[in-house]
């Protein structure tokens, strides 16, 4: 079976002269014709771009997946939207309306939460509030959340434990020096290539269907660096922290997740989370498939510092903060969370996928996207541009 994210990556690079002119212009599809699109290959008309927009929305009828439940009651997201006719985001020079935005970015969701009320709320692509999206990595901070509650329920005892304490397949590997703070890091200094532009880097190609696989491919590579001394992004290395906590807490993420944040918090709907083939674990560095508003939700109970709205701590009181906080190897870098300076840090997934969080403006933005290219470039500094001009637009 082709490696998911292969798949999906390969197809941009592929297409990327033909994306950069066809995402240049708003698209409508339909999600009730998904279903007839996926069953005849997942193309609509023949046009690949359609077949990017089904993927993201559709993620569980491409990949094995779990369902995380949705509970009996909801945390009521008050709307007041304001006025943002006149808000304006500077890229190289030039202005841009949300409109602008919505278009440029490629954008199929973007929800803004201020004092918890949702003052923007837009979609693109078809999509409504009832529509899942990929959350690609974005789905390393939740993993990071529910490694934080682990420590609270007693399952593990510090970040400073060895990764061999949970997981002892890795005992005579690079690994076997490597703390959980320095995966949660990505500075175990064990070789990864994580280049996207490059066909044959290790994401496209690391064995994710199974979790005994995927721990011996891990542990052939070789060491490079002391541990917590240097960063370096990788995918793989999260999935490693989503088995570590699997075994810590004899459980699936998704169950956990489910117990300990969707339902007691009040998400609305039922997500899902993509997992190491079927009934295997979940991938704890992708994939969590969820609603735009849903994710505001997350953005919130991360913000609130791993609180209930009935005041119950779900993470250890400080985790947040220590989550979030610089790391030695890059001051841009926590725990799976990236970090913008003065307090904000994000969220962040491949293809445009972002939550953005100010706890001192008590702000979250939400931005789901379908870039034609999986990082940076002129769609990274849309976003960027767009999450500092609300933040200013809105603060106090």
């Known amino acids: 079976m082709q490696h998911p994210l292969r798949a999906v990556a390969l197809f941009s690079l592929v297409l990327t002269g033909l994306l950069q002119i066809t995402f240049a212009q708003e698209r409508w599809l339909d999600p009730a014709t ?13 046009a690949g771009t359609d077949s990017q927009i089904i993927q993201y929305r559709n993620w569980a009828a491409f990949s094995p997946t779990r369902t995380i439940h949705a509970g009996d009651h909801t945390f009521t997201l008050p709307k007041q939207e304001r006025d943002f006719t006149e808000f304006r985001y500077q890229v190289d020079g030039t202005q841009f309306s949300v409109d602008d935005f919505m278009r440029e970015a490629h954008v199929g969701g973007l929800l803004v939460l201020k004092d918890g009320v949702i003052t923007l709320e837009r979609y693109g692509f078809g999509n409504t509030e009832n529509s899942l999206w990929v959350s ?35 005992r005579d590997t690079s690994y076997a020096d490597a703390t959980l703070k320095d ?6 200094g064990t070789q990864w290539n994580e280049d996207y532009t490059d066909p044959n880097n290790d994401v496209f190609n690391y064995p994710s269907s199974n979790v005994v696989e995927l721990l011996n491919f891990l542990g052939k590579k070789a060491p490079i660096n002391q541990p917590g001394t240097t960063f370096n992004y990788n995918t793989g290395e999260t999935d490693l922290v989503g088995a570590l906590v699997r075994a810590a807490i004899g459980n699936n993420l998704s ?9 007691p918090f009040g998400m609305e709907s039922d997500a899902n989370w993509a997992t190491h083939g079927n009934g295997g674990g979940e991938r704890g560095g992708c994939c969590i ?13 991360a913000m609130n510092g791993g609180v209930l709205a009935d005041g119950t701590q779900v ?26 300076g003065e307090g904000v840090f994000r969220a962040s997934g491949i293809y445009g996928q972002g939550i953005y969080i100010n706890p001192a403006q008590d702000l979250v933005i939400v931005v789901l996207s379908a870039w034609p290219v999986a990082t940076g ?3 990274g500094r849309h976003r960027g541009a767009l999450f500092s001009a609300i933040d200013a637009t809105l603060s106090d």
């Open 289 to 301: 498939n969820a609603n735009l508003r849903d994710y505001g939700r997350l953005g919130l109970f």
């Open 315 to 340: 993470l250890p009181a400080n985790w947040m903060h220590e989550a979030t906080s610089p790391s030695p190897a890059n001051e841009g870098y926590g725990y799976l969370w990236w970090l913008s």
């Open 255 to 263: 169950t956990y997740l489910e117990t300990k944040i969707w339902q």
């Open 183 to 188: 995966v949660l890091q990505m500075a175990s």
């Open 136 to 170: 690609f990595s974005m789905a390393k901070s939740v993993t990071s959340m529910l490694l934080g509650a682990a420590i609270a329920d007693g399952y593990i005892r510090s970040v400073d434990e060895k990764v061999t304490d949970y997981l002892p397949l890795l």
């Open 377 to 379: 470039g002129t769609y």
């Open 34 to 46: 998904d279903a007839q699109s996926i069953a005849s290959g997942g193309q609509r008309d023949g």
